[in-house]
Nanobody
Framework: QVQLVESGGGLVKPGGSLRLSCAPSGDPFSWSIMGWFRQAPGKEREFVAAIRRHGDNTAYRDSLKGRFTIIRDNAKNTVYLQMNSLEPEDTAVYYC????????????????????WGQGTQVTVSS
């Protein structure tokens, strides 16, 4: 059985930075694509960023481009989400998700194409 384990969440002041990590645990797991989603209280889950295991293909939510960066370390089988210039509106539970199979680029932002999910890590941006 495979579990995705997120870490790195916490409380940060506006303008600060956080780096989230996601790594699979349990059975050996070679993901093809890994993504980050977030859900704020009272709102629907929304796409943040995604990256393929190989190549340079990444995808970002338009409003987050320039502040958030998704990075992979294949040797560690880990994906990171570097979040800079954080705003109170970034407060949410951040979820890591993955798929073992390749998905088309247009589907990278669609949560229905991810079949492994982590438990989430809370990010709170507040002064």
């Amino acid at each position: 059985q495979v579990q995705l384990v997120e870490s790195g969440g916490g409380l940060v002041k506006p303008g600060g930075s956080l780096r989230l990590s996601c790594a699979p645990s349990g059975d050996p797991f070679s993901w093809s694509i890994m993504g980050w989603f977030r859900q704020a209280p009272g709102k629907e889950r929304e796409f943040v960023a995604a990256i393929r295991r190989h190549g340079d293909n990444t995808a970002y939510r338009d409003s987050l481009k320039g502040r958030f960066t998704i990075i992979r370390d294949n040797a560690k089988n880990t994906v990171y989400l570097q979040m800079n210039s954080l705003e109170p509106e970034d407060t949410a539970v951040y979820y890591c998700a993955a798929n073992k199979n390749r998905i088309i680029t247009s589907a990278m932002a669609d949560p229905r194409f991810y079949n492994y999910w982590g438990q989430g890590t809370q990010v709170t941006v507040s002064s």
